[in-house]
C-alpha cells in the first residue's frame, strides 16, 4: 500500500498475520477490579437496560488508540478501563479535572489504608 | 445518542456467489476490515443482513444507514504467499458492503 501523507497505515492492533509465537491458551479467574469494569462497560452500553451512554464500537476505538507501548503492557481490562475513561471524557460525562481530583483521592486512601 | 433512532438501510448490491474484491484503501477513522484482505479477491458466501455502521458508531453518531454485511470466502493461499495448507482451504470474513467492490 502507498504511503500516502492522507492514509493511516496499519494500526498497531491491526496484527493478523503478522509473525507471532504459539497462543497458549489458559484458564483464569477474574479479580474484583475486572468484575467491575465489566460490569461498568455492561451498565454504560444499556446492554442490561438503561440509558445507553457509549457504544462498544467507541470502547474499540479508544483500545485501539493505545500507545503501541502501553498496548503490550496492559491486560484485557486495564485496556478497558482505560478506554472506557478516554469514552466518558470525549462524550463529557467526566472532565480530566475530575478524573486528577479523584484519582489523587482513592490514592491517598490507599496510602491511609497502607499506614493503619 | 438520540433516543429515538430513524432506521434505515442501504440496499444490498450483491448476492451469494458474486465475486468481488475488498477495497486496498487505508483511511484514515475507526476501520474493521482487517488490515491483510484489503485488496484481496473472493467470492460473497451470504448477507448477513444490515448492521450500523460501526466506522460512525465509533464517532458516537448513529450508524444509519445501515449498511449490509456479507461473509466473504477467500482461498487461504491467496492471502499468505507461504500457506502450506490444502489447496481448498479458505477463510470466511465479514466484511461491510462499502468495502467491497464487484469484480
Known amino acids: 500500500m502507498d504511503n500516502d501523507s492522507t492514509e493511516a497505515g496499519r494500526s498497531y492492533h491491526d496484527m493478523g498475520g503478522l509473525p507471532a509465537g504459539r497462543v497458549v491458551p489458559e484458564e483464569h479467574d477474574y479479580a474484583a477490579w475486572e468484575r467491575r469494569v465489566d460490569a461498568m462497560m455492561m451498565l454504560l452500553t444499556g446492554t442490561s437496560g438503561g440509558k445507553r451512554r457509549m457504544s462498544v464500537d467507541e ?3 479508544n ?3 493505545i500507545a503501541p507501548e502501553t498496548y503490550d503492557r496492559m491486560d484485557y481490562y486495564e485496556r478497558w ?4 475513561t478516554q469514552t466518558m471524557l ?4 467526566i472532565t480530566t479535572d475530575e478524573l486528577t481530583r479523584k484519582m489523587a483521592e482513592v490514592a491517598s486512601r490507599k496510602q491511609d489504608a497502607g499506614n493503619a | 445518542m438520540p433516543e429515538t433512532l430513524e432506521r434505515s ?3 444490498a448490491r450483491f448476492a451469494p456467489g458474486d465475486r468481488v ?4 484503501a487505508a483511511p484514515l477513522g475507526h476501520v474493521r476490515t482487517p488490515w491483510y484482505i484489503r485488496g484481496h479477491e473472493g467470492v460473497v458466501e451470504r448477507l448477513c443482513g444490515a448492521f450500523p455502521n460501526p466506522e460512525e458508531l465509533a464517532y458516537a453518531r448513529t450508524g444509519e444507514p445501515r449498511q449490509p454485511l456479507y461473509r466473504v470466502r477467500f482461498l487461504q493461499n491467496q492471502i499468505w504467499p507461504e500457506y502450506a495448507g490444502r489447496e481448498d482451504d479458505v477463510i470466511e470474513i465479514e466484511i461491510f458492503q462499502h468495502w467491497l467492490e464487484p469484480l
Open chain 1, 59 to 61: 470502547l474499540r476505538k
Open chain 1, 63 to 65: 483500545i485501539e488508540s
Open chain 1, 81 to 84: 478501563v482505560t478506554s472506557l
Open chain 1, 90 to 93: 470525549q462524550r463529557g460525562h
Open chain 2, 9 to 11: 438501510e442501504v440496499a
Open chain 2, 21 to 24: 474484491r475488498v477495497l486496498k
